[in-house]
């Protein structure tokens, strides 16, 4: 298995413009979850689907952000408008059963100016 | 949500051990895990310990729990430069997990 797969690397946009970011689970696995990462706040977890289903978004920092998951071998991660201070690194992990831990995918980079 | 600390950074001599510390405030925690992150890269999971647990060693890395202090460490052996990275403590029940802050391994040659 490659792993959990994140597109893009790194992303720079505009304050105002849309971003999309995209996950790929390891096939099998029913559970995902989107953290962001920064210096001033660690590890946040934003917002957590089992089986497709969101269970737990009470990490989503406002209604600017959003997150699907339409099947179970791809998620979104979609911030409308962006922001300077959403600036962050993003990661998708995504986990078979709890005992296992998370599989984290390499993040996505993101810079707002 | 659960509060978890570490430390920020330590700082090691290459060949001394490590021990890296975690405190944590949920009793109910089931699962306590160690992810290190290099450079660049995600979290990956190093260890885990059961909270009806107090040790477990796996090759150079030993997991102490102390579930009545609510307290977790790390201790690396024969610390190496590859070692070099930051480690996070996890922890939490099911599917929702607290990390820490993460504490910044540095290992001088």
């Known amino acids: 298995d490659a792993g959990v797969i994140q597109s893009p690397r790194h992303e720079v946009t505009e304050m105002g413009q849309e971003v999309t970011l995209r996950c790929k689970p390891i096939s099998g696995h029913n559970s995902l979850f989107w953290y962001r990462q920064t210096m001033m706040r660690g590890l946040e977890l934003l917002i957590y689907?089992?089986?497709?289903?969101?269970?737990?978004d009470s990490g989503m920092p406002e209604d600017r952000f959003s997150a699907k998951m339409p099947n179970a071998s791809f998620s979104t991660l979609k911030i409308q408008p962006s922001e300077p201070r959403d600036s962050a690194v993003y990661f998708c992990?995504?986990?078979?059963?709890?005992?296992?831990?998370?599989?984290f995918g390499s993040g996505t980079r993101l810079t707002v100016v | 949500g659960e509060d978890v600390e570490q430390s920020l950074f330590l700082s090691v001599r290459e060949g001394d051990s490590s021990v890296i510390n975690c405190t944590y405030t949920?009793?109910?925690?089931?699962?306590l895990y160690w992810y290190k992150q290099e450079p660049g890269a995600g979290l990956q999971l190093l260890t885990y310990?059961?909270?009806?647990?107090d040790m477990k060693q796996d090759q150079r890395l030993t997991v102490l729990l102390n579930k009545k202090d609510k307290h977790l460490s790390l201790r690396i052996a024969d610390t190496q430069t590859g070692d070099s990275a930051i480690y996070f403590c996890a922890e939490g029940n099911f599917n929702k997990f607290y990390f820490g802050s993460g504490t910044k391994l540095n290992v001088k040659p």
């Open positions: 310990i059961f909270s009806n647990m």
């Open positions: 992990a995504s986990s078979l059963q709890a005992i296992y831990g998370y599989t």
């Open positions: 949920d009793s109910s925690s089931t699962y």
């Open positions: 689907f089992n089986n497709n289903v969101p269970i737990d």
